[in-house]
């Protein structure tokens, strides 16, 4: 059973425009969520995260919004720029005080920004 | 500036080949993570380990096997590489205060 869902596997979105990945999850013992963004041929980097007890972070041009109790999250990217282009995955795991186990992730999304 | 690095982009191996991929991190990190990658699957956790000589499975452990005798390496072995191994293998490490993972740039492993 997939404990992390991206039920978009593409989105389209013009330039300038605000581009919005949303992420599901299963599993209410997640307490940590993270967005990583990956171009072909590379690593996934790390973009953004967000702990359980918030509901809301920023760092520039994205932001990760979490609801618990629909146990949804989302990415916002305004404005959408060419170079975001990618495909991004949503990821949550528990932390346990011996160290993390790993990280589950969703299937990700393809974004396109187009000109 | 962090970094993790893997020992090959590319790899082609025949069926029924023992395959190593080896992993190196810089960041004195304890947590070290191996993924694979396949389309339309995402991220997949095959083994994990937070500690020298400590391993642990993760979702899909079944025909690898992991090693971890110094703090920095993570190794993932194939025992007798399958065509179904095909894939892109990703590594990982984690920083304990953020939970940021750090990926290497990935190795692209083909059976035939």
């Known amino acids: 059973d997939q404990q992390v869902k991206q039920n978009s596997p593409s989105l389209s979105v013009q330039e300038g425009r605000i581009s919005i990945l949303n992420c599901d999850y299963t599993?209410?013992?997640?307490?940590?969520f993270l967005w990583y963004k990956k171009y072909p041929a590379e690593g996934p980097t790390f973009l953004i995260s967000i702990s359980s007890i918030k509901d809301k972070n920023e760092d520039g041009r994205f932001t990760v919004f979490l609801n618990k109790s629909a146990k949804h999250l989302s990415l916002h990217i305004v404005p959408s720029q060419p170079g975001d282009s990618a495909v991004y995955f949503c990821a949550a795991m528990v932390y346990s005080g011996g160290g993390a186990d790993g990280l589950t992730f969703g299937k990700g999304t393809h974004l396109i920004i187009q000109p | 500036d962090v970094k993790v690095t893997q020992s090959s982009r590319y790899l082609v191996k025949r069926t029924g080949e023992k395959v190593f991929l080896e992993c190196v991190q810089d960041m004195d990190h304890e947590n070290m993570f191996w993924y694979r990658q396949d389309p339309g699957l995402g991220l997949r956790l095959i083994y994990f380990s937070y500690d020298v000589k400590m391993k642990e499975k993760g979702d899909i452990p079944e025909g690898y096997s992991v090693s971890r005798e110094k703090k920095e390496r993570f190794s993932l072995i194939l025992e007798s590489a399958s065509t179904n191994q095909t894939s892109m293998y990703l590594c990982a490490s984690l920083q304990l205060n953020s939970y940021e993972q750090y990926f290497g740039p990935g190795t692209r492993l083909t059976v035939t």
């Open positions: 599993n209410s013992m997640f307490d940590y």
